[in-house]
């Protein structure tokens, strides 16, 4: 693998970052919202996009059952940016309740959602990597991806709403829809940079 091909990465996570920030910056509010709409959509995006890596995580760990796979490098890679995702979404949810209604609801069960999904998530992560046995990474993964889309349908709502998105106007549904895509290649390039990195390290 010639690793000088990512020596720019970093940068481009940096990039990233930088344009999603920025377009939070410039979309529209909401006449009700107001300026917490822009943590509205730095959160949405976010979750979205740890939803997407935790699939991608049981996708690939299912697939690492039915062949003989060289490492778990590229997996754990996925469940390392994951996590920092969900963490940071759960946190940006959390201040978004306070701005919102005046207070973090513990008994929100979305919130208890986000919270547990984190911790089985570091869990999982932390037994993974320190597991030497492909079977049971591969099970851990598929029960990661399991686990959270199964919290998270379950999950029922007080005080948080279903989509707010949905019944927002055309432009603001616009701006969190490219906001998001622009997350998910943040996530895409950040874990693009560490892959080399764990096989370096690995090799060595």
Known sequence: MNYKNYKKLPTGVILSLITGILLILI???????????????????????????????????LASLFRNSPGFFLLFAIE??????WVAATVTGNIT????WGGIFWGE???Q??????????????????SE?????????IGLALSVWILIVRAGRIMHP?????????SIRLFFIVITLV??????????WQYPDIVKKKKN
Do not use: C
């Open 113 to 130: 959602a986000m919270i547990t999904i984190s911790l089985i998530s570091i869990s999982i992560y932390l037994i993974s990597s320190a």
């Open 97 to 100: 309740s306070w701005l919102a």
């Open 109 to 111: 069960p979305r919130l």
């Open 183 to 192: 997350f998910l290649v943040t996530s895409i390039l950040a874990i693009r």
């Open 133 to 141: 046995n492909p079977r049971t990474i591969s099970f851990l993964g």
């Open 162 to 170: 279903d989509n707010p998105f949905s019944i927002s106007e055309y």
């Open 80 to 85: 390392k940016t994951a996590i920092i995702f």
């Open 27 to 61: 979309a529209p509010e909401d006449r009700e919202l107001g300026q917490i709409l822009k943590l509205i959509y730095l959160h949405g995006a976010l979750v979205n996009t740890g939803l997407f890596l935790f699939s991608a995580v049981g996708l690939l760990s």
